[in-house]
């Protein structure tokens, strides 16, 4: 039986997404407050991420399933080593190439995913010892629920004909019940964009307890 899996999630554009805007300053201030230095971004699109991460002198590899994000990552950004793998891969296949990491990063990536706790678990696998996960997703909570729900906003928000678009609504508590089934602390969560409890993302930090 063939796996569930979408192969092909559109990347065709080398600029960043609009959400690139507002959520990458936040994970580079994240990064630079756990002194990461080895950043692993787990579903690095076209590599714009990276780029900011070499930019702000750290030292990103970039992971991508879908092979037009990784043409497109290579082709724009040579000097930055980029890996076909996703999630449902071997993490030992990227080990035999990649020394452990400092932090793995994965924005507006675990949304998309059949089976998210095994991005959680490919993470660890790749952290050394006292290493960090920092992720990114659309933001769920009452009041922005409530929000979608009186300016009917919920078709447009859980639009079910984006080929390989969002699978997964999560919030606050059930991304944490995820990533500590999967044995990580949370150390710190906030929200990005728009005012507090309407933000258009929330970030993470766990480490693996």
């Known amino acids: 039986m063939a796996r569930n899996i979408v192969h092909d999630y559109g990347w065709t554009k080398t600029e960043g997404?609009?959400?690139?805007?507002?959520?990458?300053?936040?994970?580079?201030?994240?990064?630079?407050?756990?002194?990461?230095?080895?950043v692993l971004d787990i579903g690095s699109g076209n590599g714009s991420l990276c780029k900011s991460l070499q930019d702000a002198g750290l030292e990103p590899v970039g992971m991508e399933f879908d092979k037009g994000g990784i043409e497109i990552?290579?082709?724009l950004y040579p000097e930055i080593r980029f890996y076909n793998y996703g999630v449902e891969d071997d993490p030992g296949e990227l080990r035999r190439f990649e020394a452990e990491f400092d932090a793995v990063v994965s924005t507006e990536v675990i949304e998309h995913l059949f089976?998210?706790?095994?991005?959680?678990r490919f993470a660890a696998r790749c952290l050394r010892r006292g290493g960090h996960l920092v992720l990114s997703t659309p933001y769920h909570g009452y009041a922005k629920n409530l929000a979608l729900s009186v300016f009917d906003k919920w078709d447009a928000h859980h639009t079910p004909l984006w080929h390989g678009g969002h699978i997964k609504?999560?919030?606050?508590?059930t991304l944490s019940a995820l990533l500590a089934e999967n044995g990580y602390e949370v150390v710190d969560f906030g929200g990005v964009g728009r005012?507090?409890?309407?933000?258009?993302?929330?970030?993470i930090v766990a480490r693996p307890a």
């Open 17 to 38: 997404p609009e959400s690139c805007g507002y959520i990458a300053p936040r994970i580079l201030d994240l990064l630079a407050g756990l002194q990461a230095k080895r």
């Open 115 to 120: 089976s998210p706790h095994l991005l959680p």
């Open 73 to 75: 990552s290579r082709r």
């Open 169 to 173: 609504f999560w919030s606050r508590r």
């Open 195 to 203: 005012v507090p409890y309407l933000w258009k993302s929330m970030i």
